[in-house]
């Protein structure tokens, strides 16, 4: 997990108060800030890759990284999901930032039980960070990913390699995925020497 001086390090325009009480969700784990590093190291890239489409993030737990990205592409149509618990503090997030939907971009703030429920549409971008941190999960989340994720879209998750298995990997494939890890060359500060890293998921061709 992160320390409120590692956030602030990282991203000293953007406000975040940790709140434990909804669950587990409630502070911003370690590869949430490393995806965060990722995002403002390739500011551009993101921009480029995301303008007008639509992103996802899974598990956001705190609403932390979608603001971030939300700063980085202003144009970008975003929908923050968790359990109903993390809900409140999810939007806290978002309008403590000052950002809500405008002309130019929608924000939602939406419960997604992974497996359980479906959103009624796909999305270009899917994100989120320490969510396969149980073997149970592995299927409820690569469920959601298949339901959610559009015939060309892009997912990143960040995952802790002491709490995620190769079964984890190996389900992907089943699900019909291909999968990179990000090289710590491409990255970001904050990749080398660490247990956790940031993979890219997509369809197989
Ligand atoms: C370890 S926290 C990570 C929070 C945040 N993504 C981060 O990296 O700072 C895991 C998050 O996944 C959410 N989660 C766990 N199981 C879930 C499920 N079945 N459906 C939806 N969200 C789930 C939890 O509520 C929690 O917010």
Redesign the pocket.
């Known amino acids: ?2 320390t409120s001086s590692t956030l602030q390090t990282l991203t000293p325009n953007i406000t975040f108060t940790p709140d434990w009480s ?12 490393l ?1 965060t590093n990722y995002f403002q190291t390739h500011p551009q890239t993101f921009t480029e890759m995301l303008s007008k489409k639509s992103a996802l ?6 609403g ?2 979608s603001v971030v990205l939300s700063t980085i592409v202003k144009d970008l149509n975003i929908t923050c ?3 109903p ?2 809900l409140p503090l999810i939007s806290k997030t978002f309008s403590e930032n000052s950002l809500s939907s405008s002309p130019s971009r929608t924000i939602t703030v939406s ?7 479906t959103l009624p549409s796909t999305f270009d971008f899917i994100f ?4 396969v ?2 073997s149970h ?1 592995y299927l ?2 690569l469920s ?1 990913l298949t339901s959610h994720l559009s015939p060309l879209g892009t997912a990143i998750i ?1 995952i802790c390699m002491t709490d995620t298995t190769s079964d984890f990997f190996e389900e992907c494939k089943k699900a019909n995925f291909r999968y990179q890890r990000i090289s710590d060359s491409k990255g970001c500060d904050g990749m080398r020497g660490v247990t956790f890293s940031l993979y890219v998921i997509e369809w197989k061709p």
């Open positions: 997990m992160a909804p669950g587990l969700g409630g502070g911003v784990w370690s590869t949430a800030v995806l993030e899974l598990g956001s737990g705190n932390y990284l999901t968790d359990t618990s993390h419960s997604l039980l992974w497996g359980t429920e989120g960070t320490d969510v941190y149980r999960l409820p989340f959601c960040g």
